[in-house]
């Protein structure tokens, strides 16, 4: 979906523009999603395994941008890629149709900005106006901060998925589902 950009004041007083992708941001996305890989073990994918191409990328990049029911919101700082988010349809059966999912990352220089609040934000209300009542999301067990966040934003934790996650040292994580009425 393409939607109008946004520009948010960041706490430390730079401008942050909210935009959907485009085609032509491939490469920075996939460097985006190198790097905050690296950051965390919160995220689904290790560093190693972001092995997109940038013909890959750009194809996943341009259905997002054609898609009436999904997207992928970019927030750039300074001409730089700081994080991005992503609704995606649950499905097109009636039954189904008024969930989506969601998803987002940030760089971990760009936390405490206030850039995760506003693309949460301005994705509800993309959200709504795509006709979804209903936004779900899974979180790892000990992400707590992006756990209190999402709760502050109106997600209620509705179950658990046990060892979600397993890790290269052997190690599992769990994972929760969240759900936010819209």
């Avoid at 985006?32 to 395994?49: A, G, K, Y």
């Avoid at 509705?158 to 996650?165: C, F, Q």
Wanted: charged residues 30%; hydrophobic residues 40%; glycine residues 6%.
């Amino acid at each position: 979906m393409i939607f109008e950009e946004k520009r948010q004041t960041l706490k430390d007083g730079r401008i942050c523009i909210l935009r959907p992708v485009k085609t032509d941001d491939a490469k920075d996305m996939i460097a985006f999603l190198r790097t905050v890989s690296s950051e965390t073990p919160f995220l689904l994918r290790n560093e190693d395994e972001v092995t997109f191409t940038v013909e890959a990328e750009e194809a996943l990049l341009n259905d997002r941008r054609q898609s009436p029911r999904e997207l992928m919101l970019v927030a750039e700082v300074d001409g730089v890629i700081a994080g991005n988010c992503g609704i995606l349809s649950i499905g097109n059966l009636r039954r189904v149709s008024h969930r989506c999912g969601f998803a987002i990352a940030l760089k971990k220089t760009f936390w405490n900005l206030g850039i995760g609040s506003a693309m949460m934000d301005y994705a509800f209300c993309l959200a709504k106006s795509m006709n979804y009542e209903q936004m779900e999301l899974e979180v790892v067990d000990g992400n707590d901060r992006a756990k209190r966040l999402y709760e502050r934003f109106g997600f209620r934790e509705t179950g658990k998925n046990i060892r979600a996650l397993k890790y290269d040292d052997g190690s599992y994580r769990d994972e929760y589902k969240m759900v936010k009425l819209l």
